[in-house]
């Protein structure tokens, strides 16, 4: 079903309203296809490059059997939308990607388990539910760690570092009434991550590796390739080919890693969509992820994905967005999302600029 070509000018449902659909939706009109948007009220960039789009709650049936029964696939562009929307819609239609990946992303103890599975090395950590969980990883743990919320954190997000000062009867006090891993802090030297788009028949692309810099939990900059030695670039490529065939992935899967001063990577977490840290592709590859997703779904050819020259991505966000007039020179590409920028560490836009 994967392998049919959908004809040009087919719909493709792009399921929540971000800047990563805004760029899903513009490589639809690149290669020929309309795009439909689905999301709730708020500040929906992909609203206004989308040939059609619905403002509706998750939970709204009426306006999601509309969505449905409007498109020919159905894609994501962030991974907390309600499983069950996914279910509703595999019943009729693809999903790019399917919801056992989904619900694996959406749920930290999963892809933590999914990825040792798959042979990659996962930080230790401990799911904390009450005091006494907590207890028994704080003191396992004997040292510095990070708390993480089990489901729904990104951008650092719904995380709070903790030392061998703190105390259970502390910590506890401040994450009562939901769910944590205890996530043991990793001394890495970069971090790292990885994007494979995969189709059903098991026809996959790996984009050259990008290190990412952030700050404050928040993506900073990026840039390709990273300096990696061969024999990690292959085994990271290798393992994420093997996680997203475990998976049984159908579009795009970005998987973040720390990598330690032994040249090893150390899992930290995955996103099954279009990643920030490769940005850069719209400029770097000749074939962009979106447009490689849009490809991916619609059944055209995998576009090349070669690298030859280095590249960096830099975000701009609530905090830095008056820097824009600095970039306004030649070698920069810019990319502004056209959000409203009041709340704090809020994605607004992003510089491509090649480095040599
Ligand atoms: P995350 O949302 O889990 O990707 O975390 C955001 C950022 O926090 C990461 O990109 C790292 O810079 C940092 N971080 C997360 N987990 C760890 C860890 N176990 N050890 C050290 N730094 C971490």
Known sequence: MSNVLLPLGSSIGILGGGQLGRMIAMSCIELGYKSFVYCPQGDNPAVEVSSQHIIGDWNNNLLLNKFISSVDAVTIEFENIPIEVIQKVEQKLLVYPNSKVLRTSQYRPYEKKYAKLSGIDVPRWWLVNSKNDLEFAMN???????????????????????????????????????????????????????????????????????????????????????????????????KVSKLAEDLDLNGLLAVEFFLLENGKLLFNEMAPRPHNSFHWTMDGLSCSQFNQLVRCITGVPFGDISISSSWEMINLLSENFSDLTKYYSEKNKIYLYNKNGIKTKRKLGHINRLIN
């Open 140 to 238: 396992e743990l004997d040292g510095k760690g990070i708390l993480k919320t089990s489901s729904f954190g990104y951008d650092g997000k719904g995380q709070l570092k903790i030392t061998k000062k703190d105390t259970p009867d502390k910590i506890w006090e401040i994450i009562k009434g939901k769910e944590f891993i205890l996530e043991e802090f990793v001394n890495f030297n970069s971090e790292i991550s990885f994007l494979i788009c995969r189709r059903k028949n098991k026809e996959f692309c790996m984009f050259p590796p990008t290190e990412n810099k952030h700050k404050d939990g928040i993506l900073n900059k990026s840039i390709a390739p990273a300096d990696l030695s061969e024999e990690t670039w292959l085994s990271g490529a290798a």
